[in-house]
């Protein structure tokens, strides 16, 4: 008990450069636990600095915690001397989450910075996925012309050889670019996708693995998961999916896969919760419906198990909407 006690006086007695400080070396060192609880106790102590508020959203970005994030690096960004830093931390998490359009109106302005090239290909790939074609096509110009050996270019060159199922020559830029910048986020995973894809499941496995130890990232989790249920351990592929829960609670497939899991292993209750949560947050697919009636059919709730059966029947007769449960979440 002294002991505890002691140790909250020396982090009540730390100044907040102190705490900066310490916080970028965790984070630096990859300690996010260690960044997070610091810099959430001092966010409380120090609610005017800047610095804190910046490094808390950085540590909330690496674990994964986007959502989480965009307040402390809002904050930041309004400090001249951090705005540069914290738009393109913003940037980067809005493009994470999927939010394009705010992705680039971050970044711009920011294509001329030591970062240039990270900037310029969230660009590219922002402005393609929202159909700005045109300027994605100036973005990918500019990034080949200006860093033609950057890790980003690299990456961006193994995305479009991969979108072209050219899945060798993919993978050979994916290494080139980690080559590059060994810390470049998701190369790792996208090798591993792709060795996936491939179904040679030892290389996916290898490099899923390692983008998992680098952070919490919910999709190498989840796939991990996917390789460890194939082979029939489904204690570990519980805990895989569950945590890629963690990382990323809107993952309707990692709840479906975990509801077949536990349904497999006769943990009904539970697993009628994540079936519902995967219909919740999915509520044009097919499957979730059909193991959910699996699973009460198993439990003799007839009634309930042919409600879902029709639900599947009405959703398949559908029109098609384009719903993958496995592939198509990758991005």
């Known amino acids: 008990m002294a002991v505890g006690t002691g140790g909250a006086f020396r982090a009540a007695a730390q100044t907040a450069e102190q705490i900066n400080r310490q916080a970028s070396g965790d984070l630096a060192a990859g300690k996010l636990d260690a960044a997070l609880s610091e810099l959430q106790g ?4 120090f609610p005017t600095d800047k610095r804190i508020e910046f490094n808390l959203g950085l ?3 690496r674990k994964g915690r986007l959502k989480e994030a965009i307040p402390p690096l809002r904050s930041a960004s309004e400090d001249p001397n951090l705005a540069g830093e914290a738009h393109y931390a913003l940037g980067a998490d809005y493009f994470e989450s999927k939010q394009y359009d705010q992705a680039i109106a971050e970044l711009r302005g920011l294509q001329n910075t030591e970062r240039a090239d990270r ?10 996925r929202t159909g700005h074609i045109e300027d994605a096509k100036n973005a990918f110009h500019e990034l080949l012309t200006r860093f033609p050996d950057s ?8 995305t479009a050889y991969e979108d072209a199922q050219q899945l060798d020559k993919a993978v050979e830029e994916y290494k080139l670019a980690l080559e590059k910048d060994p810390r470049i986020p998701n190369a790792n995973f996208a090798i591993g996708y792709v060795y996936w894809r491939q179904q040679d499941m030892d290389e996916a496995r290898e490099w899923l693995q390692k983008e998992a130890l680098s952070g919490c990232h919910a999709l190498a989790n989840y796939y991990l998961g996917e390789i460890a249920r194939t082979e029939g351990d489904l204690p570990k592929a519980e805990a895989l999916y569950r945590r890629a829960l963690q ?3 809107s993952n309707s497939n990692a709840h479906l896969r975990l509801g077949i899991v536990l349904g497999d292993r006769r943990r009904y209750p539970e697993a009628i919760g994540q079936l519902k949560e995967a219909i919740r947050l999915d509520p044009s697919g097919s499957s979730a419906h059909y193991h959910l009636a699996t699973v009460y059919r198993q439990m003799g709730r007839t009634a309930d198990a042919q409600t879902e059966y029709r639900k599947v029947r009405q959703l398949q007769s559908a029109p098609d909407k384009g719903v993958d449960v496995t592939g198509g979440i990758k991005r």
């Open 151 to 158: 890790a980003w270019t690299h990456y961006l060159m193994g």
């Open 247 to 249: 990382c990323d609670p």
């Open 42 to 45: 001092a966010a409380r102590r």
């Open 119 to 128: 900037v310029l290909y969230i660009v590219e790939e922002s402005n393609r």
């Open 59 to 61: 540590a909330l970005v």
